[in-house]
C-alpha cells in the first residue's frame, strides 16, 4: 500500500495550493480519505476529511479556505488550499482509515511565508 503526496512547496500568505494524494494497493472507495498536518513542535491534527459516503469534515481554522475531494477511480483525494496563512506551514499528510486498516503517506511540506 502507498499514498503518495504532492503539490507542497513555497507560497507566499494569500495565495494557493492544491495537494494531491495518489494511492495505490488499496481499494479508495472503502477508505474514508484524509489530510492531517504537523508543524514543528506540534501534534499531527486532523485537517479535513471526506467519509466513503462523501461528506467532508474540516477543522474550524481552514473550513472557509479548503476544500477536500476524492476521485475513487483515480484513487486520488485532494486539498485545495486559499487564502494561506503563516499558520498553515506544516507538512502535510494523506491517510486511509477504515475498521480494519490505517495508512499513511510519506508528508510534503507546506510553508507560508513572504
Known amino acids: 500500500v502507498q499514498l503518495v503526496e504532492s503539490g507542497g512547496g513555497l507560497v507566499q500568505p494569500g495565495g494557493s495550493l492544491k495537494l494531491s494524494c495518489a494511492a495505490s494497493g488499496i481499494i479508495v472507495s472503502a477508505f474514508d480519505m484524509g489530510w492531517y498536518r504537523q508543524a514543528p513542535g506540534k501534534q499531527r491534527e486532523l485537517v479535513a476529511v471526506?467519509?466513503?459516503?462523501?461528506?467532508?469534515n474540516y477543522q474550524d481554522s481552514v473550513k472557509d479556505r479548503c476544500t477536500i475531494s476524492r476521485d475513487n477511480a483515480k484513487r486520488m483525494v485532494y486539498l485545495q488550499m486559499n487564502n494561506l496563512k503563516p499558520e498553515d506551514t506544516a507538512v502535510y499528510y494523506c491517510?486511509?482509515?477504515?475498521?480494519?486498516?490505517?495508512?499513511w503517506g510519506q508528508g510534503t511540506q507546506v510553508t507560508v511565508s513572504s
Open positions: 471526506v467519509n466513503i459516503r462523501g461528506t467532508t
Open positions: 491517510s486511509a482509515h477504515n475498521q480494519w486498516y490505517d495508512y
